[in-house]
């Protein structure tokens, strides 16, 4: 069975050296009292509950899977979730970076982000009951009317009631806009739901005792397409006045999908028939009301690959140590036992060095998004709210997509490290890529993301997002142009900047003429800008990391390893990158479709 050890040094160095963000969030006035031992404390305590309660749980709930009793509709996760739930409840996990006015802690968003990264770690499938709850939650926070809020915020925050998005249709996926479930609006002000959603996450379970579906639906005299979609609240139980559970409302699970990963939680197809909701926001502005719990939920989504990543990583590095087969090419490495430990031979290494250096990367980048998610929460400055969201949302699509692609292909290599024990279950790993792949699928799929980024958030303001975030590089590559140490770090960083800057621009000039040269470019485009955010945050931790060789914190040296490896081994692939983005569309286009 695989092991799990959070990352604590490794989350301490990003928050407190790299970033400082005790510094940052003291600024806010909503955690002016912050301080590093508090995030500490609170990450420890939580790494212990991951290892602890939700990791043993990992392999059994993917075996075990959910069960539907397809009389009372009931869902049963496998053993053991229903109390680790509790327990997470008990432990007041939920409310982490709620909103104190709904019983909340009121701890920052980044804080939450290093809990869910564990919690990914230790166990992805459970971590998604929980999981969309919090973008529930925020997409209610933001959306919902004083009553609503009242209703169902402070039970989110608690965790007695969970949520879930119930977008996707059978025939709509992508295209929201399709979507064909209706709602009545009714004397009382509420509204009758009828239709049928699939693949919803957590969409039944015994976990909690009520659950808050989140539902897209049409008015009866909606336009069509996305500008005619609402957002409605449909509890699993009707909500009474006082706050007590009323009758079961008409939302229910008719089954449940059998799936490649994630087997532990249920995918729930839901069919709601006269489902009472009350509308959140304005009507046929649903879609903007649940991009609240859409961006949450992809900056989570990017998460989960993170955890994996992490744990994979872990688990085939402990494995390569004891593993013994054949000799280093260069002689025995091991004289004193029958061959040598595999991580001795180069290309082991380098599946480990990759999986690592996605983790480390990935923690960076992640954290430095959360840490702008605060300041754009709760900064008192409107213009720094400002800049931090839209800086928040150029890089959500990345976080989304270079992510999940990362851990993709870590979760791949580090099962590889196992050779043939990495295919058996009990191992663990095959179940670190069966799960990962799907995070790459939802949330928009990862062509989707890169169609946000290119299309929206770079060429949609002429680039002013994205040079402002390549203003930060700039800097910091000009602070640093002169040390002789840095150049190693430096030059590819400043390279790949201004490749960044003129390949932006070409594709900007080609889309003018034919739009769909930005779906033909934007796959790789996005992981051009993947590997630049990469290479800042490497950059800036390798110069820590030199300063500190002195104190012999070997902790320092392996970071600079990593960085050094992530600059030779891996940022490279940017010059193919570039060179595939720039060949466009042609080479896709030109075959007649009916060749296909
Ligand atoms: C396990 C699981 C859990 C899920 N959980 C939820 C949930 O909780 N709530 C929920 O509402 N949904 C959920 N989903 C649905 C998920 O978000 C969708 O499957 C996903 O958004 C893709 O939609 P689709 O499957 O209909 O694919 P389609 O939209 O049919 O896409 C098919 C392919 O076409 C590509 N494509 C589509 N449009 C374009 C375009 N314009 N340009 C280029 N390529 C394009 C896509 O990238 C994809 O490769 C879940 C799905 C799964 C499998």
Known sequence: MPTYTPPLRDMQFVMHELLNVVDELKMLPAHADIDADTINAVLEEGGKFCAEVIAPLNLSGDAEGCKLDKTTHEVTPPKGFKE?????????????????????????????????????????????YPGLSHGAYEALHAHGTPEQKST????????????????????????????RTKAEPQADGTYKITGQKIFISAGEHDLAENIVHLVLARLPDAPAGSKGISLFIVPKFL???????????????????????????????MVLEDAIGTMVGEPNKGLAAMFVMMNAAR???????????????????????????????????????????????????????????YAEGGRALSTYVALQLDKALSSDDEDERKECEAEVALLTPIIKAFLTDNGWIATS???????????????????????????????????????????????????????KFGKKIASFVEE????????????????????????????????????????????DYLRVVGHLCFAYFFAR?????????????????????????????????????????????????AMDEALF
């Open 413 to 467: 290599h580090c099962m590889q490290v196992f050779g043939g024990h990495g295919f058996i279950h009990e191992w663990g790993m095959e179940q670190f890529v069966r799960d990962a792949r799907i995070n790459m699928i939802y949330e928009g799929t990862n062509t989707i993301q890169s169609l946000d980024l290119l299309g929206r958030k770079v060429l949609g303001n002429n680039g002013a997002t994205l040079k």
């Open 299 to 357: 900056l989570g989504v990017g998460n989960q690959s993170l955890g994996l990543t992490e744990v994979a990583y872990q688990n085939a590095a402990a494995y390569a140590k004891d593993r013994i087969q054949m000799r280093a090419l260069s002689g025995p490495k091991a004289p004193d036992k029958a061959a040598d430990p595999i991580i001795v031979h180069p290309d082991v290494r380098k599946m480990l060095l990759t999986a690592r250096a």
């Open 541 to 589: 931790s390798a110069k820590i990391a030199l300063e500190k060789q002195g104190s012999g914190d070997p902790f320092y040296t392996a970071k600079l390893h990593t960085a050094r490896f992530y600059f030779a081994k891996l940022l490279p692939e940017t010059a193919s990158l570039i060179r595939t983005a720039r060949a466009g569309l042609q080479p896709l286009m």
């Open 239 to 269: 909500v009474n006045a006082d706050g007590t559970l009323g009758a079961r409302n008409g939302i229910f699970c008719a089954g449940l999908e059998h799936k490649m990963g994630i087997h532990a939680n249920s995918t729930c197809q």
């Open 152 to 179: 169902y915020l402070t039970k989110l925050t608690s965790g007695e009631w969970t949520g879930t998005m119930c977008l996707t249709e059978p025939h709509c996926g992508t295209d929201l806009g399709l979507l």
């Open 480 to 523: 640093e142009g002169t040390s002789e140490a840095m150049q190693e770090f430096i030059n590819p960083l400043a390279d790949l900047g201004d490749k960044v800057t003129k390949l932006t621009t070409e594709i900007g000039m080609k889309a003018f003429q034919n739009p769909d040269e930005v779906g033909a470019a934007a796959v």
């Open 84 to 128: 680790a739930y509790k327990q997470y409840v008990e432990g007041g996990w939920p409310a982490l970076s709620c909103d104190p006015a709904y019983g909340g802690q009121g701890l920052p968003v980044l804080v939450n982000q290093g809990m869910y990264e564990m919690m990914n770690s230790a166990n992805q499938a459970w971590t998604m």
